[in-house]
């Protein structure tokens, strides 16, 4: 701030423009999952501070941010603070080196004064998210996902959303010179009751999420090796849906069809489902049953919409050998096909009662191998693109307990490795616990060769069969 220019601060609009800084500051509206992050009209008034006040004026504008009135840690505030300013006088200095003028704007200023201005915005922007990308990796909020890439996606949403508010302190500053103090609420006052349209918005679905969260978590409490197995299977299904490019409505419907996939299997019984010994046609026609009861428990519930396909029809097969209606191709519906390619993925990559979880290289190439007949290949291929691109975090289950898998590696305790031994592909699996109950059993790949699955069949489920 030493280094100036001090030129064109009026004192006056100085102090009305911090004040309503801060007031701004102290409204934020929550962004990304779990309200971590927050945005607020305030890089508006900042950005107006530029046009008015100058760089040194917006950057003391920019540090009024200490004193908003919310519930920080000392060292938050003073973060905030210098954050907010040095972002400030940095745009300050390029608006002046683009040609902009600082003080009340006249029509005589437009439209030269735009481009000036929208370099400002990009300083502002750039600077900031700079602050802020150091602040997350320092505090271990992003770390490389995938090949070597990073998770920038809650930063850049914040930044997008953050530079509509700042193009808006253009229009302050255009009017402030009619109008004065009264400038900043002409413009931000329908701001501010469309925040409070969205903030009940984002509070309705969380409600959603956290409903849909307690059935997941209780069909999970059947068995402990598919704890967060719909969560995963959720995460999965957006995945391949923004791979599609689906709008933000269709990916957050997949992510209820995949997060409530298996809430039919509450309707099975438990005996049914625990059971580790081979299952009986009565067994397995109760196991099939699923996706209809789960259909049939959610299908009042209004907000899912087409996730109800997605649940109902999760175990169709391409080449119709799936149930339980046996649709064929494109007759199933499309959030179904997104579905079972993700349960399957997860079912693969993750440990069981009777065999290690698969690498996610192997569960891929199973993927390819039984696209077409049982899946849909432009669902795998999106996929793995987004896998690819963004990792994919596999849970930390490292084996069950007592240390074997099945109850015939129960049986096989005395062997030296057991845990290492790979089945015959010809040779009976023995039954899983709980909800993988309908899968086929898949012995895990020995080290070095190609993964033994049940290809001969053109079945790939990550489970077992009957």
């Given at each position: 701030?030493?280094?100036?220019?001090?030129?064109?601060?009026?004192?006056?609009?100085?102090?009305?423009?911090?004040?309503?800084?801060?007031?701004?500051?102290?409204?934020?509206?929550?962004?990304?999952?779990?309200?971590?992050?927050?945005?607020?009209?305030s890089s508006a008034v900042s950005l107006a501070a530029v046009v008015l006040?100058?760089?040194?004026?917006?950057?003391?504008?920019?540090?009024?941010?200490?004193?908003?009135?919310?519930?920080?840690?000392?060292?938050?505030?003073?973060?905030?603070?210098?954050?907010?300013?040095?972002?400030?006088?940095?745009?300050?200095?390029?608006?002046?080196?683009?040609?902009?003028?600082?003080?009340?704007?006249?029509?005589?200023?437009?439209?030269?004064?735009?481009?000036?201005?929208?370099?400002?915005?990009?300083a502002h922007s750039a600077v900031n998210s700079l602050l802020v990308g150091?602040?997350?990796?320092?505090?271990?909020?992003?770390?490389?996902?995938?090949?070597?890439?990073?998770?920038?996606?809650?930063?850049?949403?914040?930044?997008?959303?953050?530079?509509?508010?700042?193009?808006?302190?253009?229009?302050?500053?255009?009017?402030?010179?009619?109008?004065?103090?009264?400038?900043?609420?002409?413009?931000?006052?329908?701001?501010?009751?469309?925040?409070?349209?969205?903030?009940?918005?984002?509070?309705?679905?969380?409600?959603?999420?956290?409903?849909?969260?307690?059935?997941?978590?209780?069909?999970?409490?059947?068995?402990?090796?598919?704890?967060?197995?719909?969560?995963?299977?959720?995460?999965?299904?957006?995945?391949?849906?923004?791979?599609?490019?689906?709008?933000?409505?269709?990916?957050?419907?997949?992510?209820?069809?995949?997060?409530?996939?298996?809430?039919?299997?509450?309707?099975?019984?438990?005996?049914?489902?625990?059971?580790?010994?081979?299952?009986?046609?009565?067994?397995?026609?109760?196991?099939?049953?699923?996706?209809?009861?789960?259909?049939?428990?959610?299908?009042?519930?209004?907000?899912?919409?087409?996730?109800?396909?997605?649940?109902?029809?999760?175990?169709?097969?391409?080449?119709?050998?799936?149930?339980?209606?046996?649709?064929?191709?494109?007759?199933?519906?499309?959030?179904?096909?997104?579905?079972?390619?993700?349960?399957?993925?997860?079912?693969?990559?993750?440990?069981?009662?009777?065999?290690?979880a698969w690498s996610v290289e192997d569960a891929i190439v199973e993927l390819?191998?039984?696209?077409?007949?049982?899946?849909?290949?432009?669902?795998?291929?999106?996929?793995?693109?987004?896998?690819?691109?963004?990792?994919?975090?596999?849970?930390?289950?490292?084996?069950?307990?007592?240390?074997?898998?099945?109850?015939?590696?129960?049986?096989?305790?005395?062997?030296?490795?057991?845990?290492?031994?790979?089945?015959?592909?010809?040779?009976?699996?023995?039954?899983?616990?709980?909800?993988?109950?309908?899968?086929?059993?898949?012995?895990?790949?020995?080290?070095?060769?190609?993964?033994?699955?049940?290809?001969?069949?053109?079945?790939?489920?990550?489970?077992?069969?009957?």
């Amino acid at each position: 701030m030493l280094i100036g220019p001090y030129t064109g601060i009026d004192l006056q609009t100085l102090i009305v423009v911090a004040l309503l800084f801060v007031v701004a500051e102290s409204i934020s509206t929550s962004v990304g999952s779990g309200g971590k992050a927050g945005m607020s009209p305030s890089s508006a008034v900042s950005l107006a501070a530029v046009v008015l006040v100058g760089p040194v004026g917006a950057a003391l504008v920019g540090f009024a941010s200490c004193f908003a009135v919310r519930r920080l840690a000392p060292v938050k505030r003073a973060f905030n603070g210098a954050q907010f300013a040095l972002a400030a006088f940095a745009a300050g200095h390029v608006y002046l080196l683009c040609g902009g003028v600082v003080g009340e704007l006249g029509r005589e200023d437009f439209p030269a004064v735009v481009l000036p201005y929208v370099a400002a915005v990009l300083a502002h922007s750039a600077v900031n998210s700079l602050l802020v990308g150091v602040l997350f990796w320092t505090l271990g909020q992003v770390r490389p996902r995938g090949r070597g890439r990073f998770n920038w996606r809650p930063l850049v949403a914040v930044e997008l959303s953050s530079m509509g508010y700042q193009m808006l302190g253009l229009a302050i500053a255009a009017v402030w010179g009619g109008v004065g103090i009264v400038a900043p609420l002409l413009v931000l006052l329908p701001l501010f009751i469309a925040r409070w349209a969205f903030a009940q918005q984002v509070d309705e679905a969380r409600a959603h999420e956290a409903t849909l969260a307690t059935l997941c978590q209780a069909v999970e409490t059947k068995d402990y090796y598919t704890r967060g197995h719909c969560m995963r299977v959720a995460e999965g299904a957006a995945m391949i849906a923004r791979e599609l490019g689906m709008s933000a409505e269709r990916v957050q419907k997949i992510r209820y069809a995949g997060m409530l996939h298996d809430i039919g299997k509450l309707g099975v019984p438990t005996k049914v489902l625990q059971k580790t010994g081979k299952l009986t046609d009565e067994e397995y026609a109760a196991i099939k049953l699923h996706p209809t009861r789960g259909y049939e428990i959610v299908r009042e519930i209004g907000f899912l919409d087409e996730a109800l396909a997605g649940i109902r029809h999760h175990h169709e097969r391409l080449d119709g050998r799936g149930y339980p209606m046996g649709l064929v191709g494109m007759e199933i519906p499309e959030s179904a096909r997104i579905i079972s390619v993700a349960d399957v993925f997860d079912c693969l990559t993750s440990t069981r009662s009777y065999r290690k979880a698969w690498s996610v290289e192997d569960a891929i190439v199973e993927l390819r191998a039984c696209a077409g007949t049982q899946f849909d290949p432009r669902m795998v291929e999106a996929l793995v693109r987004a896998v690819e691109r963004e990792g994919w975090e596999t849970p930390d289950i490292a084996e069950p307990p007592g240390g074997c898998y099945g109850s015939a590696a129960a049986e096989a305790a005395s062997l030296e490795d057991e845990a290492a031994a790979v089945p015959d592909p010809g040779t009976e699996v023995s039954e899983p616990a709980a909800v993988s109950a309908e899968e086929r059993a898949v012995p895990a790949p020995a080290e070095g060769a190609a993964p033994t699955t049940a290809l001969s069949t053109g079945t790939a489920t990550g489970g077992r069969d009957r």
